[in-house]
């Protein structure tokens, strides 16, 4: 089973980049699916995800209206479209896979049971 993330680089402020994430070895269409990041000394942190199928989505509150997360099902792959990206996006951003998630939980990373290896990104002013 694994998760590749994939579409980070670097981008100045104000600027667009659209992050992968490719799942395999297992059907995740059933799934949450989200987004964390971690910026250099700071704890990782919540960005979006998706409740299973049902396409409800959260966001933490400093990317809303500039972040739109989506899946693709028959590619069994999640994306994270990032515009208007802030010099306080950088970081490195993680996508996550939770098979038996609830509603409440999907924003807390504990509740996650399959991770990615994380893509660099790193926003200039």
């Known amino acids: 089973v694994q998760l590749q993330a994939s579409g980070g680089g670097l981008v100045q402020a104000g600027g667009s980049l659209r992050l992968s994430c490719a799942a395999s070895?297992?059907?995740?269409?059933?799934?949450?699916m989200g987004w964390f990041r971690q910026a250099p000394g700071k704890d990782r942190e919540f960005v979006a995800a998706i409740f299973r199928n049902s396409g409800t989505t959260k966001y933490v509150d400093s990317v809303k209206g500039r972040f739109t997360m989506s899946r693709d099902n028959a590619k069994n792959t999640v994306y994270l479209q990032m515009n208007s990206l802030k010099p306080e996006d950088t970081a490195v951003y993680y996508c996550?896979?939770?098979?038996?998630?609830?509603?409440?939980?999907?924003?807390?990373?504990?509740?996650?049971?399959?991770w990615g290896q994380g893509t660099l990104v790193t926003v200039s002013s």
């Open positions: 070895g297992r059907t995740f269409s059933r799934d949450t």
């Open positions: 996550a896979a939770g098979p038996n998630l609830i509603l409440s939980e999907i924003t807390r990373s504990r509740g996650y049971t399959y």
